[in-house]
């Protein structure tokens, strides 16, 4: 039923994704440092033995790092709407 042909492109996937996203986001600080780090630590994780780790641990820091974009959006916009007057038009 399942078949291992994807594995390897899977896993060679998510190291040149993760290790990106760790250069990037340590170059140009949009995230917070440890992020980078972290990511560069599961890109070189990922083409271990052990890489069926490393495309899960992918998984999970997508799922952080869109949970902190998210936060950080509504923190940004939430005083600028709450401070800005509401016009009433009839």
Do not use: K, Q, Y
């Not at 993760?18 to 980078?36: F, K, S």
């Not at 890109?43 to 890489?51: C, E, K, W």
């Amino acid at each position: 039923m399942f078949s291992s042909d994807l594995f390897v492109p899977l896993v060679a996937g998510a190291c040149v994704f993760m290790i990106a996203n760790g250069l990037l986001t340590l170059r140009h600080g949009v995230l917070p440092a440890w992020l980078g780090w972290i990511a560069l630590l599961i890109g070189v994780v990922s083409v271990t033995p052990i890489g069926f780790i490393g495309f899960l641990a992918t998984m999970g820091w997508v799922l952080v790092v869109s949970v902190l974009l998210v936060v950080r959006e509504v923190r940004s916009t939430a005083p600028a709407t709450a401070s800005r007057p509401t016009a009433i038009t009839a």
